[in-house]
């Protein structure tokens, strides 16, 4: 084992950067912290992605807290998706304790307790920002993923998606996908066979089977409009700091399906709405995924590939994505290995499998003279980890085991009132919290079966948007910055996902 001295000089040099950067915490020899040994986190590598592991109550989400709050202090813009909904502490100054006043004397910093601007998002029916999206921007690409169809069946999807089109049947719902599906397996099949081909009716009668019960998963709160954009998710506050975007899935954690469909259709409509971004002195969007195994659990092969050519690609757009989970074997090999920074919170040795998750973990982690890997991973106390990270040559940083900083916001959920106070100050919540009940193919489609059948016509739809100029002639600046990021970047980006090339289009 190297000596004290030679440790300091040796965190020193590994973690210190020329651009931005922020102490996180200070390097721990024999268990305890050496003074001068600070490990410090390069804010310009966080588009690097990086990955939060560490057995339940070790300090995962204390750890996002703090570096979210690092994040909003440098103006950099930050996304959670707040699975156990612990996060919202973010919004309301922490408490000085005497816990916390040992460990920052210990890590040689003032603690400052602070609120951080905060905005709540929600999926389905809880407080704050809504979050939708139409079946058309998913694209035939991501809905066929998303319903683990084979290959015939995917390619009916892009038939369908495709008539629509033509038709000007807009695929609002999951309601318009279904009845469209029953449509052309009954009335519509002879007029759309003459047009594109014989219909396999067992196919369609398999993916309506699927459709319906990803409706089953509650997904009809999710499609529908008006559809979120992404843009909205970059913002700053008026002094310059970077807005922290709380996602609060605790009433969908149930529900896999929808959470990793989201999830998709999110970074692909980043990815493809995002310019391509130089080397970028900070990054422009960062996003944390806590207990993302739920993300990975119930997700197939493709799914997984997509997630990891996303994940390659989206670094160039300045956007970075950290996981957090209990155990890093969660996130499949070939995502993890393009995670550039490691918080190793400890791991618990339970069982024989436990033991070998731990030695796996041990010998993925950068060489070290100053510890015992294997043994420390069990061995650290809650706020510590292992640290190591990409320096700005993208080369890892000396493995470090730290003691970390502790959130300067509360460490506590906020109150059901301090809630609302926050949704009744967001600016956001209002653009997004009505459905547009515009015309779709539902409509349209019934309509039509009417109208053959002799019945009278049915009375006008509720919205007349269509009428005043909305629906197919409103044009969204979305949809000409998406435009632009097609045209850009061509057919690396069409080949990525759903949302381009065949499909997933916004209204023009
Ligand atoms: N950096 C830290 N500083 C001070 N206390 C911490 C820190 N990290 C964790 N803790 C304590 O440990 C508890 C559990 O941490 P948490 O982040 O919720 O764990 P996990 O997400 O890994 O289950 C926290 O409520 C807090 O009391
Ligand atoms: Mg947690």
Same mark, same amino acid.
């Given at each position: 084992?190297?000596?004290?001295?030679?440790?300091?000089?040796?965190?020193?040099?590994?973690?210190?950067?020329?651009?931005?950067?922020?102490?996180?915490?200070?390097?721990?020899?024999?268990?305890?912290?050496?003074?001068?040994?600070?490990?410090?986190?390069?804010?310009?590598?966080?588009?690097?992605?990086?990955?939060?592991?560490?057995?339940?109550?070790?300090?995962?989400?204390?750890?996002?807290?703090?570096?979210?709050?690092?994040?909003?202090?440098?103006?950099?813009?930050?996304?959670?998706?707040?699975?156990?909904?612990?996060?919202?502490?973010?919004?309301?100054?922490?408490?000085?304790?005497?816990?916390?006043?040992?460990?920052?004397?210990?890590?040689?910093?003032?603690?400052?307790?602070?609120?951080?601007?905060?905005?709540?998002?929600?999926?389905?029916?809880?407080?704050?920002?809504?979050?939708?999206?139409?079946?058309?921007?998913?694209?035939?690409?991501?809905?066929?993923?998303?319903?683990?169809?084979?290959?015939?069946?995917?390619?009916?999807?892009?038939?369908?998606?495709?008539?629509?089109?033509?038709?000007?049947?807009?695929?609002?719902?999951?309601?318009?996908?279904?009845?469209?599906?029953?449509?052309?397996?009954?009335?519509?099949?002879?007029?759309?066979?003459?047009?594109?081909?014989?219909?396999?009716?067992?196919?369609?009668?398999?993916?309506?089977? /699927?459709?319906?019960?990803?409706?089953?998963?509650?997904?009809?709160?999710?499609?529908?409009?008006?559809?979120?954009?992404?843009?909205?998710?970059?913002?700053?506050?008026?002094?310059?700091?970077?807005?922290?975007?709380?996602?609060?899935?605790?009433?969908?954690?149930?529900?896999?399906?929808?959470?990793?469909?989201?999830?998709?259709?999110?970074?692909?409509?980043?990815?493809?709405?995002?310019?391509?971004?130089?080397?970028?002195?900070?990054?422009?969007?960062?996003?944390?995924?806590?207990?993302?195994?739920?993300?990975?659990?119930?997700?197939?092969?493709?799914?997984?590939?997509?997630?990891?050519?996303?994940?390659?690609?989206?670094?160039?757009?300045?956007?970075?994505?950290?996981?957090?989970?209990?155990?890093?074997?969660?996130?499949?090999?070939?995502?993890?290995?393009?995670?550039?920074?490691?918080?190793?919170?400890?791991?618990?040795?339970?069982?024989?499998?436990?033991?070998?998750?731990?030695?796996?973990?041990?010998?993925?982690?950068?060489?070290?003279?100053?510890?015992?890997?294997?043994?420390?991973?069990?061995?650290?106390?809650?706020?510590?980890?292992?640290?190591?990270?990409?320096?700005? /040559?993208?080369?890892?940083?000396?493995?470090?085991?730290?003691?970390?900083?502790?959130?300067?916001?509360?460490?506590?959920?906020?109150?059901?009132?301090?809630?609302?106070?926050?949704?009744?100050?967001?600016?956001?919540?209002?653009?997004?919290?009505?459905?547009?009940?515009?015309?779709?193919?539902?409509?349209?489609?019934?309509?039509?079966?009417?109208?053959?059948?002799?019945?009278?016509?049915?009375?006008?739809?509720?919205?007349?948007?269509?009428?005043?100029?909305?629906?197919?002639?409103?044009?969204?600046? /979305?949809?000409?910055?998406?435009?632009?990021?097609?045209?850009?970047?061509?057919?690396?980006?069409?080949?990525?996902?759903?949302?381009?090339?065949?499909?997933?289009?916004? /209204?023009?």
């Amino acid at each position: 084992m190297a000596g004290t001295d030679q440790f300091v000089e040796t965190v020193k040099a590994g973690y210190q950067f020329k651009g931005a950067s922020v102490k996180i915490g200070v390097g721990m020899l024999d268990g305890k912290a050496v003074p001068g040994a600070d490990v410090n986190l390069s804010l310009k590598m966080m588009n690097r992605h990086g990955l939060i592991a560490g057995a339940t109550g070790t300090g995962k989400t204390k750890t996002l807290q703090t570096i979210s709050e690092f994040l909003s202090d440098a103006g950099v813009p930050v996304m959670l998706m707040d699975i156990k909904g612990d996060l919202s502490g973010l919004a309301a100054a922490g408490a000085q304790n005497d816990k916390i006043k040992q460990r920052y004397e210990v890590l040689e910093l003032d603690y400052q307790p602070k609120a951080f601007p905060v905005e709540f998002l929600s999926l389905s029916n809880e407080k704050g920002v809504r979050l939708r999206a139409t079946v058309s921007e998913f694209g035939p690409i991501l809905i066929s993923k998303i319903l683990d169809l084979n290959e015939t069946q995917s390619s009916l999807v892009a038939v369908i998606f495709k008539y629509a089109d033509d038709q000007k049947l807009p695929l609002v719902g999951l309601k318009d996908l279904i009845k469209l599906l029953q449509y052309i397996s009954d009335e519509g099949k002879a007029e759309i066979e003459k047009s594109y081909g014989k219909i396999s009716t067992s196919s369609t009668g398999i993916i309506l089977r /699927k459709v319906i019960e990803l409706q089953g998963q509650g997904a009809d709160l999710f499609f529908d409009e008006p559809s979120f954009e992404v843009a909205d998710l970059m913002r700053t506050t008026s002094d310059g700091k970077g807005m922290i975007n709380i996602l609060r899935v605790t009433d969908i954690q149930d529900r896999p399906k929808l959470f990793s469909t989201f999830m998709l259709q999110m970074l692909d409509e980043l990815y493809a709405s995002s310019p391509e971004q130089g080397d970028l002195d900070l990054p422009r969007l960062v996003l944390f995924i806590d207990e993302a195994h739920l993300l990975f659990q119930e997700a197939t092969n493709a799914l997984e590939e997509k997630i990891e050519t996303v994940i390659k690609l989206i670094r160039s757009k300045g956007i970075g994505i950290f996981f957090c989970t209990q155990n890093p074997q969660d996130v499949p090999a070939p995502i993890l290995s393009q995670l550039g920074l490691k918080v190793q919170h400890a791991l618990r040795a339970f069982t024989a499998n436990d033991r070998k998750a731990i030695k796996t973990a041990a010998e993925n982690f950068p060489e070290t003279s100053y510890y015992k890997t294997d043994d420390l991973l069990t061995q650290m106390g809650i706020g510590e980890a292992l640290v190591t990270m990409l320096n700005e /040559k993208g080369i890892p940083t000396p493995l470090v085991h730290t003691l970390l900083c502790s959130p300067r916001s509360r460490m506590d959920i906020l109150s059901p009132a301090e809630i609302d106070q926050v949704v009744s100050s967001s600016k956001l919540v209002a653009k997004y919290a009505n459905v547009v009940d515009e015309k779709s193919a539902y409509e349209i489609l019934t309509e039509k079966l009417n109208t053959a059948a002799g019945a009278p016509a049915p009375a006008e739809p509720k919205a007349q948007k269509k009428e005043d100029g909305g629906f197919f002639s409103n044009p969204i600046v /979305k949809s000409a910055a998406r435009t632009a990021a097609v045209t850009i970047t061509g057919y690396i980006t069409r080949s990525i996902m759903g949302a381009l090339g065949l499909g997933g289009r916004r /209204k023009k």
